[in-house]
């Protein structure tokens, strides 16, 4: 995304997401913005911060907000059942979630209490009672945001496997897997190259 800006292309489409078309500007400062909800919320580098989100723009913004701040994104799959995410909001031991409006109901049918370490639901959409919404809080908050200082060997983001042979574990990915896939998997099969 930096590299996108630095090189003219802030004015570009980066994502394309049904009719709505985001730059690569508009995805860097709502970037900063969620990275600095999430401070202001008390994330810190090193927790976990619980997405639940579709594939939508938003979900972009809050998983490099997350990683860009040095906490570590839990992306979860949108069609698991609540005593699924239960254990998954145990297990991460995430304080924070991101949750699309639409899915919210899969976690308010389990009691709060049921929830060790979370404490703050934060929403992505129109409703929110008694919520944080996300979109107000990332209006309040400045587009800039430096990054957190970071290894490229630090954990980036969690991926929780579909827990075929037992509970699901968290596959650890780390800053430098993201440089290796996109070289790897992005350039080396899809054939994708950086276009102006």
Known sequence: MDRHLLEG????????CGDERVSYQQLSDRTNRVGNVLR?????????????LPDTPEFLYCFFGAIKIGAVAVPLNTLLK???????????????????????????????????YLREI??????SQPYLRLGDAMAELPSELQPAPMSKEAPAFWLYSSGSTGPPKACVHAHQDMLV????????????????
């Open 9 to 16: 292309r802030a004015a570009k489409t980066a994502i394309e």
């Open 40 to 52: 202001r919320l008390g994330v810190e580098a090193g927790e976990r911060v619980l997405l639940l």
């Open 82 to 116: 609540p005593h699924d995410y239960e254990f998954l909001l145990n297990d991460a031991q995430a304080k924070v979630a991101v949750v699309d409006e639409f899915l919210l109901p899969l976690l308010e049918v389990t009691p709060s209490g049921r929830f060790k």
């Open 122 to 127: 934060v929403v992505s959409g129109k409703s």
């Open 181 to 196: 896939c996109s070289e790897r998997y992005a350039k080396g099969i899809l054939d994708t190259t950086s276009r102006a």
